[in-house]
């Protein structure tokens, strides 16, 4: 079976960091372009960052951009969201995403792999 589960979450203050990781597992990773959206309440999903086949990161939000960076790990077959500078409006619940094809893209719908998502809370 092809999953992926999400970990690293929780609650953070303003302006602090926090590390999430995707796990793959049932396919190798490295021929896989995986993304990081995220969903707060009451808005749509919005993609973060993602990282292709090739470990090109390509950042998919300009709220995030110089403050979150995306990296992956073939060994263990995981991909990291570190996320710095944290701020109020980064709270929302994050979904990591793999495609096949090992090419990032904006809309969700490309995504063949969807993990359950993790919270990330910015509160003080």
């Known amino acids: 079976q092809l999953q992926l589960v999400e970990s690293g979450g929780g609650l953070v203050e303003p302006g602090g960091s926090l590390r999430l990781s995707c796990v793959a597992s049932?396919?190798?990773?490295?021929?896989?372009?995986i993304a990081w959206f995220r969903r707060a309440p009451g808005k749509e999903r919005e993609g973060v960052s993602c990282?292709?086949?090739?470990?090109?990161?390509?950042s998919l939000a300009r709220a995030v951009e110089g403050r979150f960076f995306i990296s992956r790990d073939n060994a263990t077959n995981t991909v990291y969201l570190q996320m710095n500078s944290l701020k109020y409006e980064d709270t929302a619940r994050y979904y990591c995403?793999?495609?096949?094809?090992?090419?990032?893209?904006?809309?969700?719908?490309?995504?063949?792999?969807w993990g359950q998502g993790i919270q990330v809370t910015v509160s003080s």
């Open positions: 049932g396919f190798v990773l490295d021929d896989y372009a």
């Open positions: 990282i292709n086949k090739d470990n090109g990161g390509t």
């Open positions: 995403a793999a495609e096949k094809g090992g090419l990032c893209w904006y809309g969700g719908s490309w995504y063949d792999h």
